[in-house]
């Protein structure tokens, strides 16, 4: 009887080392698996953030606890990683909260099983919820269509049509939106930051010249990241930063060539106000 207990013993243990937790040993990640994992983090932390409060977070990874949940030869990481956010509300106050997050790396994609914040507070004050979902989607789903006037809406919809075709749907965030004349044609564009992707994050942005139905698209995916910042009637501020490396440059956007270019400017692009 002893024997037998014994060898049901050995034949559990052997099955949690492949199926349980004791087959899921902690993972050191590489510098590069890091940054990519703590892309997907802050767009996990900022969907959560802005859809609850509508404002955008500053985001901090403290921690990243990353587990082997391989199943034969395929390729699986499972992480929780914790950490704390900020955001500030029309008063200039800045609030701050946390975050706990889970997700997973595979060979096929990535992505989040689910992420928990704090109230973001500031003193004893905590901040109202301001339940948004993305500008765009808001003025589709609201807006009426029966007048035959030019509506929020029928400039937003070449846009999104746009964006769908140039950016993964494996996990997709359309930031705000800002009207600037960038082509120079006496018309106001529409500018936008998209972060999107699955196994590597990237931030573009996109630029859909309404008066002539046409879109640009900034994107060097893996090299470099592009985020706008502001703008003004005629200028758009944007930052490059190069992936998965610390630096920001700042620029302005222009159209060179029927091209959408970063153009350095560190002047311009660091002060440019936001008045949309």
Known sequence: MGK????????????????GCAGKKKVNLD?????????LINMGVYHEVYSKYGLEPGVTVDKIEAQDA?????????FVATGSYTVKDSANDLYSGTFKIDGYWEAHGSGIGGCKISEPKCGSKTLPEQSVISEIEEVLQTEATTTAETTEST???????YISLNTSSMGRIVEKVFESDVNH???PDLCVTVTYGSGIISSCIIVYDVQNGKGYILDERSDYDYRILGAAEDVVAVYRSPFGKEGKTYGILAIEGD???FVENEEVGATTPVNN
Do not use: R, W
């Open 4 to 19: 037998k207990i014994a060898c049901l013993a050995v034949i559990m243990a052997l099955a949690l080392s492949v199926f």
């Open 31 to 39: 510098p590069q698996m890091e940054t990519n994992i703590k892309s």
């Open 70 to 78: 391989s199943i034969d030869s395929y390729y699986k990481i499972t």
């Open 155 to 161: 400039m937003y919809q070449p846009l999104l049509e």
């Open 185 to 187: 044609d006496g018309h």
């Open 259 to 261: 091209k959408l270019v």
